[in-house]
DNA sequence: ATGAACCCTTGAATGCATTCCAGAGTCAAG
DNA sequence: CTTGACTCTGGAATGCATTCAAGGGTTCAT
């Protein structure tokens, strides 16, 4: 064992960089088990292998498709342990599409409303002269709202 | 004064039952001041005027559009202050449609790649058969990821 | 007057990825 | 040998609407 350390092993910070996100992150991921524990230099700091990289970027990739932290730790876990997750992760990944489609359509019809409303206003708006109560607000009806979710917290909270 | 309690008036269960949302939602918008602080009874109950259901659907509605709790707060404060916030309103209905639309624009980007991702994936599982590792994941690319955004957090902290 | 069904308050938890904090050790260059 | 740049840890904060929890009153019909 002439070096026992990977020419090419990378610094937290390092990986943090390349990866183009914080170290914070980094560690983060590895307290999830998104990222499996690092190997330690004499004084303890972690020395990432060169794979690091491309797990990182997954995992990112990941996350944008829908993936969360914990359903991705699960899957890479299996996988270090030998195992195939594939049709875990085809089937989640069914799902996540089913979601984003849902979200759009929820979207969409918000966005309808809202091009409506926003219209309604600028007539009111120009017919009661600017600092006249024109009850905006007020004026916001059930109609076309069927099922247009929060604009904000879309798709959070999907057991599967 | 013969009757001095509005014969209208509304316990919070009450009026959470007619608006549809919970009692906790109630007392919750009272603190934050998107309801008016009630008038009570001797004992301490809480006795909302029947106006109360339509602000809280006005509410509910708002949400629904990307109003934030606490820019209605700010809104409804000046109307009920005798103010016409409706440039302010108008403005932030704005910058809500233009996130919405932003957002959907990304989930679209999001579901045309995954869609691709799925079909592709699809073809590899049926070559290598059950249970081999194709390494689902590790095939997601950069490619047509240009501004997906995270499918989950969309449009959180919209500083406006 | 006993219990079911309300209501009150303050404060903390939820979800979820990320960031920030404090206190403390490490490393390489000047 | 000091300084600036990294790194370590565990826990808490962020954003935001909603819900839950604990400890206690109130009301009304049995």
């Not at 020419?7 to 183009?20: I, R, Y």
């Not at 690092?38 to 690091?52: H, K, L, M, Q």
């Not at 091009?115 to 009850?135: C, F, M, N, Y």
Request: with cysteine; proline share 4%; charged share 25%.
């Amino acid at each position: 064992m002439v070096h026992s350390s990977d020419p090419k092993a990378l610094s937290s910070g390092s990986l943090a960089k390349v990866t183009g996100v914080s170290p914070d992150t980094i560690r983060h991921y590895e307290r999830i088990g998104v990222l499996p524990g690092a190997s330690r230099t004499e004084s303890g700091y972690r020395r990432y292998p060169s794979s690091a990289v491309e797990r990182v970027l997954v995992v990112q990739r990941a996350l944008r498709i829908g993936f969360t932290l914990a359903e991705l730790a699960e899957i890479l876990k299996a996988r270090d342990a030998g195992g195939a997750p594939c049709r875990r992760v085809y089937h989640l990944a069914q799902e996540k599409l089913k979601g984003i489609t849902a979200d759009i359509e929820s979207l969409k019809r918000t966005e309808r409303y809202l091009k409506k409303v926003l219209a309604d206003w600028e007539q009111r708006t120009q017919i009661a002269g600017p600092g006249q109560k024109s009850h905006l607000l007020y004026s916001l009806s059930e109609a076309a709202m069927k099922s247009g979710a929060p604009a904000n917290q879309l798709r959070r909270n999907r057991r599967t």
